[in-house]
């Protein structure tokens, strides 16, 4: 499975472009609406290649690409993007990026090309790296490894191996086995090679003999390897007196991170699976009213949230457990002494050695700002859908037209709400991408639009797909108007 991340300022873009990547079961595929979360989901794992936006705020794709290269990060790197002007892309392949290709056009065309990319540009860098990763992995080991013929003789021995032994790797590319184990005479050694042969490994202990003279006990495990008739031993040998134990040390990482976090100056909470705020420092204990006596004493998510709130967080919570990054969301938590806390929420899954675990950034909002946006939100006769990867806010009318209670509309996609067809027969992933590509370019685009109800039935209505931003997070709002609905259908 060839893991990618997506880069791309345009979030309500990223879930189609998932959809269709992950679509051949070859690729995972992760998203991110900036490099700055990009480099944040990078400093928890790796990518087998990233796909990246040229045009986005903050840092480009072009600067972004740049980082990673002055760091040292050679990960596949593809632009994707809109912007196709010539000095755009050699700007971009001399920045080090694997390809470049523009957005626009039949989407089946363009992803199938992506995807042909992205296992290209893979394929080529394993077999770039390969080599070099093997010999280092093997020159830099702790263990002793040695290659020999069938005759004994030594054909590579490793830095490791030349150290503990005291040879230099010349020196020793001139002796056999037998110069370095005295139990293995000619006889014994061509048993062992008869064994490899057969069962291709053989594992056991003996005394190796130094240059010096001196000898040590060993533990070594044989390999057989046969390329055009040719055999050759990978022996790997460990000196039983230096082994170092590792299993007892114990190097706090968790309490560090707790002290680093600490003296964050924005609040920052870490919770466990079930809601438990496990861990809290001084901004959150001060914006929520709570000592650090009060938290040892046991404080969950439900006492911290507004009930209206609480599923959208439990949501937010569950699918964090799962690894997934949910975008920035506006929520209101509820402080000591009863009053009302607006905030912007960030998730960020965590974990150590047994628990799965979850760090919450919360971004204090202005009360009456955050009022206002509801109330007109909430109010429209129109029915309303905030959107990221997924809907974030919907209100009462959007409920009413879809049949979805709120708490069951809120975390899912267009996509889940569609039939899989569109009247005119295209396929709903493929129209909702042309559709939002419009929209971002345009900065507005109305269409007729198929949804499947919660009952099962199928909705038409007219929707119209906007570019909005609430502080610096970019959002797409839907807005639709029912027209009349049809057959049912199985509810998905």
């Known amino acids: 499975?060839?893991?990618?991340?997506?880069?791309?300022?345009?979030?309500?873009?990223?879930?189609?472009?998932?959809?269709?990547?992950?679509?051949?079961?070859?690729?995972?595929?992760?998203?991110?609406?900036?490099?700055?979360?990009?480099?944040?989901?990078?400093?928890?794992?790796?990518?087998?290649?990233?796909?990246?936006?040229?045009?986005?705020?903050?840092?480009?794709?072009?600067?972004?690409?740049?980082?990673?290269?002055?760091?040292?990060?050679?990960?596949?790197?593809?632009?994707?993007?809109?912007?196709?002007?010539?000095?755009?892309?050699?700007?971009?392949?001399?920045?080090?990026?694997?390809?470049?290709?523009?957005?626009?056009?039949?989407?089946?065309?363009?992803?199938?090309?992506?995807?042909?990319?992205?296992?290209?540009?893979?394929?080529?860098?394993?077999?770039?790296?390969?080599?070099?990763?093997?010999?280092?992995?093997?020159?830099?080991?702790?263990?002793?490894?040695?290659?020999?013929?069938?005759?004994?003789?030594?054909?590579?021995?490793?830095?490791?191996?030349?150290?503990?032994?005291?040879?230099?790797?010349?020196?020793?590319?001139?002796?056999?086995?037998?110069?370095?184990?005295?139990?293995?005479?000619?006889?014994?050694?061509?048993?062992?090679?008869?064994?490899?042969?057969?069962?291709k490994e053989s594992m056991g202990s003996s005394r190796h003999t130094r240059k010096d003279g001196t000898e040590f006990p060993v533990e070594i495990t044989f390999n057989y390897f046969e390329s055009q008739g040719r055999g050759v031993i990978f022996a790997y040998s460990r000196d039983i007196h230096t082994w170092a134990e590792s299993c007892g040390v114990s190097v706090e990482i968790r309490e560090r991170c707790r002290e680093i976090t600490g003296l964050m100056p924005g609040p920052f909470m870490i919770l466990t699976s079930d809601g438990r705020v496990e861990f809290s420092n001084r901004a959150a204990l001060s914006l929520l009213g709570y000592s650090e006596e009060g938290l040892a004493t046991g404080l969950y998510l439900q006492d911290i949230t507004e009930p209206a709130e609480l599923p959208m967080m439990m949501e937010i919570l569950a699918r964090a457990v799962k690894g997934e990054i949910a975008p920035p969301a506006p929520t209101a938590f509820i402080h000591k002494n009863g009053s009302r806390l607006p905030v912007l929420i960030s998730v960020l899954p965590q974990s150590d050695s047994q628990n799965v675990l979850v760090g919450i950034f919360i971004t204090p909002q202005k009360e009456g700002r955050l009022d206002r946006y509801r109330i007109l939100f909430e109010e429209s006769l129109e029915g309303m859908m905030l959107v990221s990867d997924r809907i974030v806010e919907c209100n009462r009318e959007a409920c009413e037209i879809l049949g979805y209670p709120k708490d069951e509309l809120r975390g899912r996609t267009i996509l889940h709400l569609s039939p899989p067809y569109q009247p005119d027969g295209t396929e709903s992933s493929i129209a909702l991408f042309e559709h939002l590509q419009s929209a971002t370019s345009v900065n507005s685009q109305s269409f007729a639009w198929h949804f499947r109800r919660w009952d099962g039935s199928i909705c038409r209505v007219r929707m119209t797909l906007k570019p909005i931003y609430i502080g610096e997070r970019k959002f797409m709002l839907a807005n639709i108007v029912a027209g009349e609905k049809t057959q049912a259908g199985p509810k998905t």
């Not at 609406?33 to 990078?42: F, H, K, P, Q, R």
């Not at 002007?85 to 992506?114: C, M, W």
């Open 1 to 199: 499975m060839i893991t990618v991340l997506f880069v791309d300022d345009e979030p309500a873009l990223l879930d189609v472009s998932r959809i269709y990547l992950e679509r051949s079961g070859e690729l995972k595929v992760d998203t991110c609406c900036s490099a700055g979360e990009a480099l944040e989901l990078m400093n928890e794992r790796s990518y087998d290649a990233i796909v990246c936006d040229y045009e986005m705020p903050g840092m480009d794709g072009i600067a972004f690409l740049r980082h990673l290269r002055l760091v040292g990060d050679t990960t596949p790197f593809i632009i994707f993007t809109g912007r196709g002007r010539e000095h755009v892309v050699i700007d971009a392949l001399n920045s080090g990026a694997d390809f470049y290709l523009q957005k626009g056009g039949d989407p089946r065309s363009q992803f199938t090309e992506l995807i042909h990319k992205i296992k290209q540009a893979v394929i080529r860098k394993k077999a770039e790296i390969s080599l070099q990763i093997t010999r280092y992995s093997v020159e830099r080991a702790t263990e002793q490894i040695f290659w020999l013929d069938t005759r004994g003789r030594f054909i590579y021995a490793n830095e490791a191996a030349c150290t503990t032994l005291g040879y230099g790797s010349d020196e020793l590319l001139l002796l056999t086995m037998a110069d370095i184990d005295r139990k293995m005479d000619r006889e014994a050694w061509s048993l062992l090679v008869e064994e490899l042969r057969q069962k």
